[in-house]
């Protein structure tokens, strides 16, 4: 006969497992020359770089996709909105003698068009290179300008009106991509937020579009305002997020500076920062650098480093040699950092090299929250929570027999449990210091 005894088994009951970290992936939203309008696609790796044109064609939200890929580690959804606005291009002007060369079609992004004049003389002698990165990058052999020539995946054609071209001379011009309107953007985010896709970070992708500098900076405080409010409407349906949307392109100085600045000053949100000026970025798709806004730039290293980290953090080092010539340094100008927007910057000990300065957000000033990152860590801990208290949903707890509040053990219980997930999403992983996460007995 077996002696009397006890005996133990030891189970484990995963009490720290914890909703999965999304902060590395986006959700990328724009227009492109193809695809359909509210429909997500995920793509994992760098590799589906092709596969994303496969599905978009050309455009701002196709580059945007190719660029996280090939430097993020998460995954970039991509959902193409509506366009609005049709794509335009610029007349051309000429540095030089040379007759005005014309453009024609619709272009699939923005471009900074500069035609080269290699060999002079009548318009069946004279031949040219072509350049949509505004000089970065040239086409490779002269072409000859006896016919219309169609620049390849662009759009845009561009005819020789006859006459006598001089060597030498350059011809400039710019393409506005197409745009999509404040609902159709927001339209097309809910469509992510709808989908299964996981995301935590928003990137509306193209510069706000108008007839002039102070209408375009206009139309990107609209934006940004409308995309605050999809985000504030996510949130109650617990789905916690930030974004940036790439601001305008206004001209590449002060006053453009303070055009683009102006209308953000009525403009108030924890949840959106905006571009201010540009940064040329090397695309890789087609190895040219395009004048992107310096939102690109910093999305793409939050999707790189922890959510706690700054974006401007030197000692991480460089955003890298696919970030080039700004038009617009903080550390010379402080326009646009002044009027709350996300700017780039070079350090005298750093040479050329560019960081961002910081992830602002439009936040007010008293705000807790005037960084990206700070919000996204409390995204972050809203997700572990909402997770953490959904569990507890339906439960039977004790209340007070006089007030109906919770009672208070029953309160500290969820509190414990809640702030256990919290302490290891956030404080093992080096987000915060400490936790503090309380029961409202005074609403349940």
Same mark, same amino acid.
């Given at each position: 006969?077996?002696?009397?005894?006890?005996?133990?088994?030891?189970?484990?009951?995963?009490?720290?497992? %914890?909703?999965?970290?999304? @902060?590395?992936?986006?959700?990328?939203?724009?227009?492109?020359?193809?695809?359909?309008?509210?429909?997500?696609?995920?793509?994992? @790796?760098?590799?589906?770089?092709?596969?994303?044109?496969?599905?978009?064609? &050309?455009?701002? %939200?196709?580059?945007?996709?190719?660029?996280?890929?090939?430097?993020?580690?998460?995954?970039?959804?991509?959902?193409?909105?509506?366009?609005?606005?049709? /794509?335009?291009?610029?007349?051309?002007?000429?540095?030089?003698?040379?007759?005005?060369?014309?453009? @024609?079609?619709? #272009?699939?992004?923005?471009?900074?068009?500069?035609?080269?004049?290699?060999?002079?003389?009548?318009?069946?002698?004279?031949?040219?290179?072509?350049?949509?990165?505004?000089?970065?990058?040239?086409?490779?052999? #002269?072409?000859?300008?006896?016919?219309?020539?169609?620049?390849?995946?662009?759009?845009?054609?561009?005819?020789? #009106?006859?006459?006598?071209?001089? /060597?030498?001379? +350059?011809?400039?011009?710019?393409?506005?991509? /197409?745009?999509?309107?404040?609902?159709? %953007?927001?339209?097309?985010?809910?469509?992510?937020?709808?989908?299964?896709?996981?995301?935590?970070?928003?990137?509306?992708?193209?510069?706000?579009?108008?007839?002039?500098?102070?209408?375009?900076? +206009?139309?990107?405080?609209?934006?940004?305002?409308?995309?605050?409010? !999809?985000?504030?409407?996510?949130?109650?349906?617990? =789905?916690?997020?930030?974004?940036?949307?790439?601001? $305008?392109?206004? $001209?590449?100085?002060?006053?453009?500076?303070?055009?683009?600045?102006?209308?953000?000053?009525?403009?108030?949100?924890?949840?959106?920062?905006?571009?201010?000026?540009?940064?040329?970025?090397?695309?890789?798709?087609?190895? =040219?650098?395009?004048?992107?806004?310096?939102?690109? $730039?910093?999305? @793409?290293?939050?999707?790189?480093?922890?959510?706690? &980290?700054?974006?401007?953090?030197?000692? =991480?080092?460089?955003?890298?040699?696919?970030? *080039?010539?700004?038009?617009?340094?903080?550390?010379?100008?402080?326009?646009?950092?002044?009027?709350?927007?996300?700017?780039?910057? *070079?350090?005298?000990?750093?040479?050329?090299?560019?960081?961002?300065?910081? $992830?602002?957000?439009?936040?007010?000033?008293?705000?807790?929250?005037?960084?990206? &990152?700070?919000? =996204?860590?409390?995204?972050?801990?809203?997700?572990?929570?909402?997770?953490?208290?959904?569990?507890?949903?339906?439960?039977?707890?004790?209340?007070?027999?006089?007030?109906?509040?919770?009672?208070? !053990?029953?309160? !500290?219980?969820?509190?414990?449990?809640? *702030?256990? !997930?919290?302490?290891?999403?956030?404080?093992?992983?080096?987000?915060?210091?400490?936790?503090?996460?309380?029961?409202? +007995?005074?609403?349940?």
């Amino acid at each position: 006969m077996p002696l009397p005894g006890v005996s133990l088994a030891v189970t484990d009951g995963g009490i720290g497992t %914890i909703v999965p970290d999304n @902060s590395a992936n986006v959700l990328i939203v724009g227009v492109s020359s193809s695809g359909t309008a509210g429909v997500v696609n995920t793509f994992r @790796s760098a590799s589906a770089i092709d596969a994303v044109r496969t599905a978009f064609g &050309e455009g701002p %939200i196709v580059e945007a996709a190719a660029l996280y890929l090939a430097t993020g580690s998460g995954d970039v959804n991509v959902v193409k909105a509506t366009t609005v606005t049709a /794509a335009t291009s610029s007349t051309m002007t000429v540095t030089g003698t040379s007759p005005t060369i014309t453009l @024609s079609g619709t #272009p699939n992004d923005d471009y900074d068009y500069l035609v080269l004049v290699t060999t002079g003389g009548a318009t069946a002698a004279a031949y040219y290179q072509f350049s949509l990165d505004g000089g970065q990058t040239y086409n490779g052999t #002269p072409l000859a300008m006896t016919a219309p020539y169609l620049m390849p995946n662009t759009g845009v054609t561009l005819t020789f #009106p006859a006459g006598t071209y001089v /060597a030498g001379d +350059t011809e400039a011009g710019i393409a506005y991509a /197409a745009n999509a309107s404040d609902a159709n %953007i927001t339209t097309a985010i809910q469509a992510g937020l709808d989908s299964t896709a996981s995301f935590s970070l928003v990137h509306v992708v193209g510069f706000s579009t108008g007839a002039s500098d102070a209408a375009r900076a +206009t139309a990107c405080a609209s934006l940004a305002a409308a995309v605050d409010a !999809k985000i504030a409407t996510a949130a109650t349906s617990g =789905r916690y997020l930030r974004a940036v949307v790439d601001g $305008a392109r206004v $001209a590449r100085t002060s006053a453009g500076a303070t055009a683009l600045v102006s209308p953000m000053a009525t403009v108030f949100s924890t949840t959106v920062g905006y571009g201010g000026g540009e940064v040329r970025i090397l695309s890789p798709i087609k190895n =040219r650098r395009y004048c992107r806004s310096v939102a690109w $730039a910093l999305v @793409s290293r939050l999707l790189r480093v922890p959510i706690s &980290e700054h974006a401007g953090f030197v000692g =991480r080092g460089s955003l890298g040699s696919l970030f *080039t010539a700004p038009t617009h340094d903080q550390r010379v100008s402080a326009t646009y950092d002044n009027g709350r927007a996300i700017t780039v910057c *070079t350090y005298p000990q750093r040479g050329a090299d560019l960081f961002v300065t910081r $992830a602002a957000l439009l936040s007010q000033p008293t705000s807790d929250f005037k960084r990206l &990152e700070l919000g =996204r860590v409390m995204d972050r801990a809203c997700d572990v929570a909402l997770a953490a208290l959904t569990n507890f949903v339906a439960g039977s707890y004790r209340v007070n027999a006089t007030t109906g509040k919770l009672d208070p !053990k029953d309160a !500290k219980a969820i509190e414990d449990t809640v *702030t256990g !997930k919290l302490k290891i999403a956030l404080k093992e992983a080096q987000h915060v210091t400490d936790i503090y996460f309380v029961v409202d +007995t005074n609403n349940n």
